[in-house]
T-cell receptor, first 111, second 114 residues
Framework: LAKTTQPISMDSYEGQEVNITCSHN???????ITWYQQFPSQGPRFIIQ???TKVTNEVASLFIPADRKSSTLSLPRVSLSDTAVYYC????????????FGSGTKLNVKP | DAGVTQSPTHLIKTRGQQVTLRCSPK?????VSWYQQALGQGPQFIFQ???????QRGNFPDRFSGHQFPNYSSELNVNALLLGDSALYLC?????????????FGPGTRLTVL
């Protein structure tokens, strides 16, 4: 399994920037790094995906160092509605059966 | 642009029964994967269908089976239900032709086994 390690939980306040780091020491050459957001009793929602360096979209940034053994999801100016579980997933389409979601990071945004 | 849809939303069954869950992939996607998510845990990969064949399989018993239709929609069948099969079942779609490594998930089907 392409195993990942994330903090179990994080607390933040509205308006702050939140950075969630994921470790993936055994990432393979073909693997991408994908982050998902999940609210209770809903399916995971795609946030961002990257292979190396930095990727930015309208909701988040993803920082990937040169060795690709970790990645950091950055959420700018979080709001209460960003309270959710965030999953880091490492893998490629030919090995989805070896991807590992883990338990994710529970982000709690306070007013 | 329709996203991934799943039916039914909720389902209650008793031990030993059989269940069928359905999934329609996102428009333009031809690959469907199924996941099981127990309460408080991350999703676990069950299997993946592409071109109407099972292409990848996770560590699930053969009580779990599936099917993909020519229109790319898919079914997940679970036989001889156990209490431990109670979970949120998620369908995800992707396409080798467009962003193959990105999966988009449906809202899930909540299965309760009594």
């Amino acid at each position: 399994l392409a195993k990942t390690t994330q903090p179990i939980s994080m607390d933040s306040y509205e308006g702050q920037e939140v950075n969630i780091t994921c470790s993936h020491n055994n990432i393979a050459t073909n693997d991408y790094i994908t982050w998902y957001q999940q609210f209770p009793s809903q399916g995971p929602r795609f946030i961002i995906q990257g292979y190396k360096t930095k990727v930015t979209n309208e909701v988040a940034s993803l920082f990937i160092p040169a060795d690709r053994k970790s990645s950091t999801l950055s959420l700018p100016r979080v709001s209460l509605s960003d309270t959710a579980v965030y999953y880091c997933l490492v893998g490629a389409h030919e090995n989805f059966n070896k991807c590992y979601f883990g338990s994710g990071t529970k982000l709690n945004v306070k007013p | 642009d329709a996203g991934v849809t799943q039916s039914p939303t909720h389902l209650i069954k008793t031990r030993g029964q059989q269940v069928t869950l359905r999934c329609s992939p996102k428009s333009g996607h031809d690959t469907v994967s199924w996941y099981q998510q127990a309460l408080g845990q991350g999703p676990q990969f069950i299997f993946q269908y592409y071109e109407e064949e099972e292409r990848q399989r996770g560590n699930f018993p053969d009580r779990f089976s599936g099917h993909q239709f020519p229109n790319y929609s898919s079914e997940l069948n679970v036989n001889a239900l156990l209490l431990g099969d109670s979970a949120l079942y998620l369908c995800a779609s992707s396409s080798p032709a467009v962003g193959a490594d990105t999966q988009y998930f449906g809202p899930g089907t909540r299965l309760t086994v009594l």
